[in-house]
């Protein structure tokens, strides 16, 4: 089993939509968690931390289920600008850090 | 943006040549990463830096090496390059909540 999974995806939606990523992750040990958007051919940039009692940016939502070890992002009335690769991030931490990334989530956008 | 510069940009070499990529970092991170990037992996850790001469293996260390002889400079060596080592590469720095990336570089092994 993969550490850290995503939705295969791709997501294509219209501008508008409501779009969901999930993402399970199999150490039970993580101890922070992210989402990273990574544009075509670009470097990843954090989106946002994800806390466990759910954090809200905008029209982003991420929520942690550390029972299930799951991760999500909920994006809220799509914009073209938000197609890009979705990047579910585990730091499992300790003394030193290091990020699993998963494969990501190609979301397009349609006007 | 954190400062990390990537060079090569672009880069194709040919099989059983070395080859060394270099990040530069302006932030004064103690962390520091190198990842690649493959359409069917997605980014996955090769070597990373947890301070000067201080370095350890990430999941995908065969085939190369790195060094760290100041803060600001880390280096990947691929140490003779074959086709399954064409990919992009990116440098990450860290701190304790947030990961950096360098504009990446493109290798092409032919």
């Known amino acids: 089993r993969k550490e850290v999974e995503q939705d295969p995806g791709p997501f294509n939606v219209p501008e508008g939509a409501t779009v969901a990523f999930n993402c399970t992750y199999s150490n039970s040990a993580s101890q922070s968690f992210f989402w990273y958007r990574q544009d075509c051919r670009k470097e990843p940039k954090l989106l946002m931390s994800v806390y466990s009692s759910g954090n809200e940016d905008g029209r982003f939502t991420a929520q942690l289920n550390r029972a299930s070890q799951y991760i999500s992002l909920l994006i809220r009335d799509s914009k073209l600008s938000d197609s890009a690769t979705y990047l579910c991030v585990v730091n499992i931490g300790g003394s030193n850090y290091k990020l699993t990334f998963g494969k990501g989530t190609l979301l397009t956008v349609n006007p | 943006d954190a400062g990390i510069t990537q060079s090569p940009r672009h880069k194709v070499t040919e099989t059983g040549t070395p080859v060394t990529l270099r990040c530069h970092q302006t932030?004064?991170?103690?962390?520091m990463y190198w990842y690649r990037q493959d359409p069917e992996h997605g980014l996955r850790l090769i070597h990373y830096s947890y301070g000067v001469k201080d370095t350890d293996k990430g999941e995908v260390s065969d085939g190369y090496s790195v060094s760290r002889s100041k803060t600001e400079d880390f280096l990947l060596t691929l140490e003779s390059a074959t086709s399954s080592q064409t990919s992009v590469y990116f440098c990450a720095t860290m701190t304790g909540v947030e990961a950096f990336f360098g504009q990446g570089t493109r290798l092409t092994v032919v």
């Open positions: 932030e004064n991170h103690r962390y």
